[in-house]
C-alpha cells in the first residue's frame, strides 16, 4: 500500500475511533478508558501503513482523547494531575510503532528475498524440482527443468504422483535399467532425511531422445524437524558426456594407431632382416660356385652342379627382384594391367608344369581341373602370376605326403580358382591378416620355408585390380588350408585388342 494510503487508513480509523467515543459519551466511562478506544487505530494504522502512519494515529488519538473525552470538554490540557493515563497511551503507541516498523521492514526483507528466489528460480540455468509433500506426489520445476523433461511449469514433475495421467511421460534409466519412482533422488532424500549427491540418471523421452542428468537432492524440515519434503539440482551433462565418449573414443583410436605403429615398425624390422637373409643366401652360393668354376678344378659333372646352382640361385634372385618390384608397383601406383583375350586352360597347365619338379622334390601330389571354355578377357601374366604364387605357397607348406588340389571353373558370371592343400594350415588367430604385406604367422617357420610374406599380398592387390578378391579359409594348424580367388569371367569379343590399365591401389 502506498504511504498516503496508509496515512488516509490511520486518518480515517481515528475518526472512526472519535465518532464512536461520541456516541457513547453518555456512559461515565474514566478517562483512561477513553484513551483505550484509539489503541484498536493505532493497531490498524501499524499493520497497514508500519511505523509513520501508526505514530500518525497515536498522535490524533491523543488530541481527540483529549479535546472530547477529557474534562473541561473541548480544550487542550495536555498536562495535569491526571494526564497520566494520556501519557501511557502515548508511550503504548510509540511501542506500537516502532514494533510495526521493524515488522514492515522484515516483511519487506521476506518480500524481496521470496521475489529473488522466485526469480532466480525462474531464470536459473540449472533444473530445480521442489517436492511439496513427505511422498514427493507432487513436485514442482523451475523453465530449466520443465524443458528438460518437456512439460509445462504448471505440471507435475513427479513419477510418484498418484494418477497416473499427472505423471510425465517419461523413462528413468541408470546403467541401462530403469529406475522405480521411489528410487529417485528426490523421493529418496525425502525417505531418508539425508542428502542425495552426484547421481546421474539418464532421461528417456517417448521419441526416443535420451539426456543425462546429474543430480542433488536434499530433504525439507518443518519447524518440528520432520520432513516435509525435498528439493533437488539437476544438471543436464549430455553433451559433456558425449565429449567424454569422444575423448574415449579418440584415446582408444590412439592407442590403437599407436600399436599399429609399433606393429608396422615391428614389422618393417623383421622383413629387413628378412630381406637381407633372404638376398644373402643366393649370392652367397653364387659367389662360392663362381669361385669354384673359376679354379678350374671341378670335374665336368660338379661343373653341371655349380651351373645348375648358379641358374636357381639367379631364378631366386629374379623372384625376389620380381616380388619387390610388384609390391612397389602396388604402393606407388605404377603396376598395370594389360587385358587381352586368354584362354585359361593354357595359363593353368604353364603354372603345374613349372611347379611340378617342385612338388614331386617335396613327395606332394598336384592334381589341377580346368572347366573353363573360351577365352576371357585377363591380363595373362598376372593371372599366372596370381595361380603361380597361390601353389608355391601350397607346395612350400605342404609336408611330405600331402596334396594340394586346383580347380578354376566358371561360377555364374565370376571365374573361381581354388587352390586347397592338407598342409600346415592357418590359425584363427593370424587369419584376418593372411594377406597383408610383410605379415608371416611364425618368423621360425618362415625362416624354415624362406619368402618374404609378399607372395598373398601380392594376389590380394591383383585379384581387386582385376575387379574380384580372394579369400582364405583353414580350420586351423596342421588342416589344410583354402585360397579361392573370384574374379568377373568377361568373354573376349573379337575386336577385343590388347588393353593397358592403371593400377589404383587399395588401402593396405
Known amino acids: 500500500m502506498s504511504r498516503a494510503r496508509a496515512f488516509a487508513v490511520a486518518l480515517g480509523a481515528v475518526a472512526a475511533a472519535t465518532a464512536i467515543g461520541l456516541g457513547l459519551q453518555a456512559l461515565p466511562p474514566s478517562a483512561a478508558l477513553w484513551f483505550l478506544l484509539f489503541l484498536p487505530p493505532v493497531l490498524v494504522a501499524a499493520l497497514v501503513g508500519g511505523f509513520l502512519p501508526a505514530l500518525l494515529a497515536t498522535v490524533l488519538g491523543a488530541l481527540s482523547a483529549e479535546y472530547f473525552f477529557r474534562r473541561p470538554y473541548f480544550t487542550l490540557r495536555l498536562i495535569g494531575e491526571d494526564a497520566y493515563p494520556l501519557a501511557l497511551y502515548i508511550g503504548i503507541g510509540i511501542g506500537i510503532a516502532v514494533l510495526a516498523g521493524r515488522l514492515a521492514r522484515a516483511r519487506g526483507d521476506v518480500q524481496r528475498r521470496q521475489l529473488e528466489f522466485e526469480t532466480l ?8 524440482g521442489v517436492a511439496t509433500d513427505p511422498e514427493c506426489r507432487h513436485i514442482a520445476v523451475n523453465p530449466a527443468f520443465a524443458e528438460m523433461l518437456r512439460i509445462d511449469t504448471r505440471d507435475n514433475a513427479s513419477l510418484s504422483a498418484p494418477d497416473p495421467r499427472d505423471r510425465p511421460s517419461i523413462v528413468i534409466r541408470k546403467d541401462g535399467a530403469e529406475v522405480a519412482a521411489e528410487d529417485l533422488p528426490l523421493q529418496m532424500a525425502a525417505r531418508l532425511g539425508t542428502e542425495v549427491k552426484n547421481v546421474e540418471l539418464e532421461v528417456v523421452h517417448p521419441d526416443g531422445a535420451t539426456i543425462t542428468l546429474y543430480e542433488y537432492a536434499a530433504p525439507l524440515f518443518d519447524d518440528e524437524g520432520g520432513v516435509r519434503g525435498a528439493v533437488g539440482a539437476f544438471l543436464d551433462i549430455t553433451e559433456l558426456k558425449r565429449a567424454e565418449d569422444r575423448l ?43 669361385q669354384l668354376l673359376r679354379s678350374g678344378q671341378l670335374s665336368p659333372e660338379k661343373r653341371e652342379r655349380a651351373l645348375a646352382a648358379i641358374e636357381r640361385s639367379a631364378q631366386l634372385q ?6 619387390l618390384l610388384d609390391v612397389s608397383g602396388v604402393v606407388t601406383g605404377k603396376l598395370r594391367l594389360h587385358l587381352e583375350p586368354t584362354r585359361v586352360p593354357g595359363i593353368v597347365g604353364a603354372v603345374m608344369e613349372a611347379l611340378r619338379p617342385a612338388a614331386e622334390s617335396k613327395g606332394v601330389n598336384c592334381t589341377s581341373r580346368v572347366t573353363v571354355a573360351g577365352a576371357l578377357l585377363l591380363d595373362p601374366a598376372r593371372i599366372q602370376q596370381i595361380l603361380n604364387n597361390l601353389v608355391a605357397n601350397a607346395i612350400k607348406f605342404t609336408p611330405r605326403g600331402g596334396a ?11 571365374m573361381v580358382m581354388k587352390v586347397s592343400d592338407t598342409g600346415m594350415g592357418i590359425s584363427p588367430a593370424f587369419l584376418p591378416y593372411v594377406f597383408e604385406r610383410f605379415r608371416q604367422a611364425d618368423s621360425g617357420a618362415s625362416r624354415a620355408y624362406s619368402g618374404l610374406g609378399l607372395g598373398l599380398s601380392i594376389v590380394k592387390q591383383l585379384a581387386e585390380r582385376h575387379g574380384g578378391h580372394v579369400t582364405a579359409e583353414s580350420a586351423g594348424e596342421n588342416r589344410g588350408a583354402t585360397f579361392t580367388v573370384r574374379i568377373p569371367a568377361r568373354p573376349a569379343r573379337r575386336d577385343d585388342s590388347r588393353l593397358t590399365c592403371p593400377f589404383s591401389p587399395s588401402p593396405p
Not at 629374379?318 to 616380388?323: R, V
Not at 586346383?406 to 558370371?413: A, P, Q, S, T, Y
Request: net charge negative; hydrophobic share 40%; glycine share 2%.
Open 248 to 290: 574415449r573414443r579418440l584415446a582408444q583410436e590412439n592407442e590403437q594407431l599407436y600399436r599399429e605403429a609399433q606393429e608396422a615398425n615391428r614389422l618393417k624390422d623383421e622383413f629387413l632382416a628378412t630381406l637381407s637373409h633372404e638376398l644373402r643366401t643366393p649370392l652367397n652360393a653364387l659367389l662360392g660356385w663362381i
Open 121 to 128: 528460480f525462474r531464470l536459473m540455468p540449472v533444473g530445480i
Open 404 to 414: 594340394i588340389d586346383v580347380d578354376v571353373r566358371l561360377d555364374e558370371d565370376q
Open 318 to 323: 629374379a623372384q625376389l627382384t620380381s616380388d
